[in-house]
């Protein structure tokens, strides 16, 4: 069964204090790995698609890279505007599942 | 609006009554997926459509969930004899085509009381 992880839970920064947020996935072949960020009361928003191993993805203030076994979302220099619950999901590579299957996120706070 | 919406963004219904959950997806794509998700959890999956079918049903937590995309566009999640345990935020994607980024809508509250 296809499962994801994410950790931390909660992650609370200073704003310009640099961290990363990690996604470990078991899946039956690796299709993608999507990452999303999702602020409270609305649905999820997109922000990159990764397919292989070793791949790498920049957005502003945000970098995701993929292994293996998992990714991580590396934030620099945040401001209070990320502030936020990003969200990875995987798509299995067999042709029966198409959807994602969903880690349970993790909740990013910057301070000011 | 070039974004998925979703209508009533609120729904607040009493146990036992019947739902309905729309779902406008994006113009010209293909493919569109329902989502449940539960406070502090990430969405589940539910039901897949490739344009008018559904081509994966297999989230459906039982048979009071059923959906329909008749014309291939927008589509409609219908709950019937809601219970409590159902409550949730109700999210809706859609995709060009299969296997490709997912975009999804505000999603819908539904509240059983």
């Known amino acids: 069964e296809d499962q994801v992880t994410q950790s931390p839970e909660a992650l609370r920064l200073q704003e310009g204090e640099s961290s990363s947020l990690n996604c470990s996935y078991t899946?039956?072949?690796?299709?993608?790995l999507f990452w999303y960020r999702q602020d409270p009361g609305k649905g999820p928003e997109f922000l990159f698609t990764l397919y292989s191993a070793g791949e790498e993805k920049e957005k502003e203030r945000l970098k995701a890279t993929l292994t293996k076994k998992e990714s991580f979302l590396h934030i620099t220099a945040p401001k209070p505007e990320d502030s936020a619950t990003y969200l990875c999901a995987v798509q299995a590579s067999v042709d029966y599942g198409q959807n994602f299957v969903f880690g349970p996120g993790t909740r990013l706070s910057v301070l000011p | 609006g070039a974004g998925v919406s979703q209508t009533p963004s609120n729904k607040v219904t009493e146990k036992g009554k019947y739902v309905e959950l729309r779902c406008d997806p994006i113009?010209?794509?293909?493919?569109l997926y329902w989502y449940r998700q539960s406070l502090g959890q990430g969405p589940e999956f539910l039901i897949y459509?490739?344009?008018?079918?559904?081509?994966?049903d297999s989230g459906l937590p039982n048979d009071r969930f059923f959906a329909v995309r008749p014309e291939g566009s927008v589509s409609t999640l219908k709950i019937q004899r809601t219970e409590r345990g159902d409550s949730a935020v109700y999210l809706c994607a859609s995709s060009p085509g299969p296997r490709e980024t997912q975009y999804f809508g505000p999603g819908t509250r539904l509240l059983v009381l």
């Open positions: 459509f490739q344009g008018t079918g559904a081509a994966d």
């Open positions: 899946v039956s072949g690796l299709r993608g």
């Open positions: 113009s010209g794509h293909t493919a």
